[in-house]
């Protein structure tokens, strides 16, 4: 959520922000309309209050003094009492409205975000590991795991529905060593850890900004609960309603939890394997900060140094893009990917999203911390993946693989799985 102030004074800044984001752009004067209005319906509700305080005073004094009120006074406070029931029903659905439509306003992107459509407006910023040579045709991860007993999705469709899997033996002990080492590494960085909630209640993702625009693509409960697809919104979402003290920033924070997404619009996109799933793992990483965005910067470029140096103690080749208009959240300032390479798939995949957003989503969940200098101001959040499974453990499978079809451990992995090879 935007400042009102903000909006007024930035309005067609914003609807090029909602064209770029491929948004529709008329919110913005929806909007300055009905809080035109909602001005408006204020100051004639306040004057009605006031008058009707007045009224009641002088009722109450004449009263006092042994007196009866006068008849033109009951009537003028009949007026007002009548005025009033008319207007206030009027105003609170204006202000119903107001909410709404303030929601639906976009972030707008950073200066140096590049403008595009969809992904093809997406830019390299570079590009990282030595791609691996093999004397044999790669197999794709599926084929490999499968082989190994690492993985089992013909039971798992049966069982769960299109893109269920199991992993299972050695596949399982993969992903909980690749969850152990990222938790460890952001341990090191001085994140505090977490088991994050993956049931959260839905103005927890109004406030992170995955509603409005992403609701369709979270499961809901008959409870009006919803399953999140990252720990991010719990995280996010930790300090909300509260006042923090400048001297306890930065927060950070890192979770781990299940995470589920419906994947829609997703049909008939990678059906094989594990690399698009309803269910999976992941650790992620929140930082909460001052509200510089200078300041904010440096923590999303040292955020996606975490992520970087994961892949990069664990050998895989990498490439990193920074994200254009069209291709990023409606809430998201600027955003990274982290494509992975894939060799079975002679192709970059996508690992890793971190993202800062500013006040955006701390507005909306009312999350503020005191100054130094005595003012209340918003704190700024980030977000970025540090590990997500079996997405990943199907990158490390498919670059590890020998010729013989057994998958050589990464070795900053093999003292947690307690072996160098699985075969």
Not at 28 to 55: G, M
Not at 254 to 273: A, L, M, W
Not at 335 to 356: G, L, N
């Amino acid at each position: 959520m935007l400042d009102i102030n903000y909006i007024r004074d930035h309005a067609d800044q914003l609807k090029q922000a909602c064209q770029d984001k491929q948004l529709d752009a008329q919110v913005v004067d929806q909007l300055l309309k009905v809080d035109e209005q909602r001005r408006e319906l204020i100051t004639q509700v306040q004057e009605l209050r006031s008058q009707a305080n007045n009224n009641a005073d002088e009722v109450k004094k004449q009263v006092s003094e042994g007196g009866k009120p006068a008849a033109e006074l009951v009537a003028k406070g009949k007026k007002i009492k009548d005025q009033l029931k008319q207007l206030e029903p009027q105003l609170r659905e204006l202000e119903e409205n107001f909410t709404q439509l303030m929601l639906a306003i976009p972030n707008p992107p950073a200066d140096d975000v590049p403008v595009g459509a969809d992904e093809s407006g997406n830019q390299v910023a570079r590009t990282e590991g030595q791609l691996p040579k093999f004397d044999f045709e790669p197999k794709q991860h599926h084929e490999l795991m499968e082989s190994l007993d690492m993985l089992d999705t013909e039971r798992g469709v049966k069982i769960a529905g299109f893109r269920g899997y199991f992993l299972k033996n050695d596949g399982l002990l993969l992903e909980r060593a690749l969850m152990d080492y990222a938790l460890d590494l952001m341990v090191k960085h001085g994140f505090t850890p977490m088991n994050a909630p993956v049931l959260v209640n839905q103005e927890m993702l109004v406030g992170t900004g995955y509603f409005p625009w992403g609701k369709e693509d979270h499961y809901v409960t008959q409870d009006g609960t919803y399953l999140t697809g990252t720990s991010e919104v719990a995280l996010t979402a930790y300090h909300a309603g509260e006042t923090l003290a400048e001297k306890d920033l930065p927060i950070k924070l890192t979770g781990i939890s299940p995470c589920f997404r419906r994947e829609v619009g997703s049909y008939g996109k990678d059906t094989q394997g594990v690399i698009r799933v309803h269910q999976f793992n992941k650790v992620e990483q929140v930082v909460y900060t001052v509200a510089d965005e200078a300041e904010t910067r440096k923590w999303h470029d040292q955020m996606l140094g975490f992520s970087e140096e994961l892949l990069q103690g664990l050998g895989l080749p990498y490439q990193v893009l920074l994200m254009c208009t069209g291709d990023m959240g409606a809430g998201q300032r600027k955003k990274y990917d982290v494509e992975t390479w894939f060799p079975a798939q002679d192709k970059y995949r996508e690992t890793h999203s971190a993202s800062y957003f500013n006040d955006f989503q701390s507005r909306r969940l009312n999350i503020r911390y005191q100054a130094q200098d005595g003012s209340l101001k918003y704190v700024y959040t980030l977000n970025n993946t540090v590990a997500a499974s079996p997405r990943l453990v199907a990158a490390i499978v498919e670059n590890y693989q020998q010729a013989d079809g057994s998958i050589a451990v990464p070795e900053v992995l093999q003292k947690y799985l307690g072996k160098e090879k699985i075969d």
